[in-house]
């Protein structure tokens, strides 16, 4: 099957965009260097094209009930307006995918899924409402959308200056339907790279017209456009996890490391017990993260060892820009003492690492989590 492209494809190769296959898409890794797209995310601006992504749209009298039996955290609860970061789950308590909620009116539900699970959510969401809510009604319009971010700590400005809207307003986790060049968009604060910004949701032409603005010099700056290289490494140093690493069918929310997404509701989502008994126990296998204390770069599938006992692999590993070190998760079982990852036939000592490795410019304002 040929692989799909987003509607700036042309432009990420007339502008030295390195294209890759991802997620059943051709996507630009990188179009400078890693390093530095990375570095103007953290330091000023950075715009991503994530037109790959995923877009559900779930309405109905038992839209609610239906993702709330679904889905870990809360949903019926979020105010309209709000967006919650949530987990669509499977009847043992996996993660089918890890998932942004936006609540658009009593009835309405707005959901953003990877682009890797996006037919799978949207089948495993529809088969579960036509046998147990036939109310509610689900429908993929990951067709209809066009999607950019804009991340770093200047986004509001620039996006601001561009859209010539006062952005202010918008939280956290919240979103705001405007008009841009006659037509309707919709700008969330949302991202996932650690740093403020916004995710901008269009139809084609008005999200290709806002990539070239968003681009122009503002006070003799550029913000760069980053690839999917730099992507992985922000949210990496920001411990944000990713499907297929740190998440998957095989392991529950708790196992991955956001439990803290996992509530007690009145509608019971699958599992709910086994989730909440892990939540309050603990678990024997959970994705940890680490800072390398020699030289080398972690990468995936790497050995972790507690001593000379073999406990657990590296998921996810990079190098850090800003900590000039590698940085890794890992999925380990039992405890760890003197702990180290095998890189090249060398055991290299670690430092365990309880939240992110570094901490950005997001969730400044109130946030509706």
């Known amino acids: 099957m040929p692989l799909k492209q987003t509607p700036l494809h042309n432009w990420h190769q007339e502008h ?49 009930t239906l993702l709330e039996t679904m889905c870990c955290n809360r949903v019926q609860d979020l105010k309209q307006g709000k967006i919650r970061y949530n987990a669509v789950l499977n009847e043992s308590g996996g993660l089918r995918d890890d998932v942004t909620i936006f609540r658009r009116g009593d009835e309405e539900y707005f959901i953003i899924v990877n682009a890797s699970n996006t037919e799978k959510v949207f089948e495993a969401i529809s088969e579960y409402a036509k046998t147990n809510f036939p109310s509610a009604n689900v429908v993929n319009e990951s067709d209809h959308w066009h999607l950019i971010a804009i991340q770093g700590p200047e986004a509001e400005s620039i ?33 996932y790279t650690g740093e403020d910004g916004f995710e901008i949701l269009s139809d084609a032409k008005t999200g290709v017209l806002l990539w070239d603005l968003l681009l122009q010099p503002h ?72 800072t390398l204390d020699g030289p080398g770069i972690p990468r995936e599938g790497y050995t972790l060892f507690s001593g000379d006992a073999r406990v657990g692999a590296v998921v996810s590993g990079s190098h850090s820009p800003v900590l000039k070190k590698g940085i890794g998760t890992a999925l380990v079982e039992g405890d760890l003492s003197d702990p180290s990852v095998e890189i090249r036939g060398k055991k290299v000592p670690i430092t365990i690492v309880d939240g992110p490795f570094v901490k950005g410019t997001a969730g400044k304002k109130k946030s509706d989590r």
């Open 16 to 64: 030295n965009g390195r294209m890759v296959p991802f997620a059943g898409w051709e996507m630009p890794v990188q179009y400078s260097s890693i390093i530095a797209e990375h570095n103007a995310v953290r330091e000023y601006c950075g715009l991503f094209d994530v037109s790959h992504m995923g877009e559900l749209r779930v309405t109905g009298a038992e839209a609610g």
């Open 159 to 191: 996006l601001s200056r561009c859209l010539n809207q006062d952005l202010s307003d918008v939280g956290y986790f919240a979103f705001k339907d405007i008009s841009y060049n006659g037509a309707a968009i919709t700008i969330s604060r949302t991202g």
């Open 219 to 290: 006070d003799g700056k550029v913000a760069l456009p980053v690839g999917l290289g730099a992507r992985d490494s922000l949210r990496l140093e920001a411990r944000y996890p990713l499907y297929g690493h740190e998440l998957s069918e095989e392991l529950s929310p708790v196992e991955s490391g956001i439990g803290w997404i996992v509530k007690e509701k009145e509608v019971p989502c699958f599992a709910m017990d086994k989730l909440l008994k892990q939540k309050s126990e603990g678990t024997s296998r959970k994705i940890l993260g680490f």
